[in-house]
């Protein structure tokens, strides 16, 4: 152990600056994958779209198991840990079958339409 | 609703083009993102390792709230739900924290040292 300080006022100014520095990059990074989210989840609202539109079946579990082994393998290469990166997948699906769902409810309102689901 | 077909085989090429088209944006948006992430656990990994060198306190709630806040409105202009943006934020920070204690085991096998934490 080294010492410093506990509290969040009197630290060691070259740790502090070194936090800073770090916590600049990571907001930096946050920033890059709110947009990159942005982006996907246009392209999955388009997908969910067109599924409705004709009549596409929601889900695509051949899709879906290409997905997961593409980003375990990418998250291997990166040395980021491949079982949180197929954890991060289901979290953004979770949210696009939300997104889908809704999709859905408002074909039926236009129109009549089945289920948009699952994935992309 | 129009025509088309429910099977995957046998669907309107340009549906097949445009539904193709659109998911490999997806696939390129998810590496990018893959990638975002290991850069930003190499971060936090350093931070973690900062906070038990120096005994910081593990978790910064003014800097959490600060993050929420932030990504919220990043979120809102770039067309995301500020909650989705927010559930996303949490969803890291619970690996985040995972790394941290995994540091501060590993930390306690060479010198005593207090829990690291949460967040950055």
Chains 1, 2 share one sequence.
Do not use: W, Y
């Amino acid at each position: 152990m080294t010492t410093s300080n506990t509290g969040t006022g009197a630290v060691d100014p070259e740790v502090r600056a070194e936090l800073e520095r770090l916590r600049d990059s990571i907001d930096n990074i946050d920033a890059a994958v709110v947009h990159m989210l942005a982006e996907r989840f246009k392209a999955t609202q388009q997908v969910g779209r067109l599924k409705a539109l004709h009549q596409l079946p929601p889900a695509d579990p051949a899709r879906e198991a290409r997905q997961i082994e593409r980003l375990r393998s990418l998250a291997e290469n990166a040395k980021l840990d491949p079982a949180f990166a197929e954890k991060f997948l289901n979290f953004i699906i979770a949210e696009v079958i939300r997104h889908h769902e809704r999709i859905a409810e408002d074909t039926h309102n236009g129109h009549p339409a089945h289920d948009a689901g699952t994935g992309d």
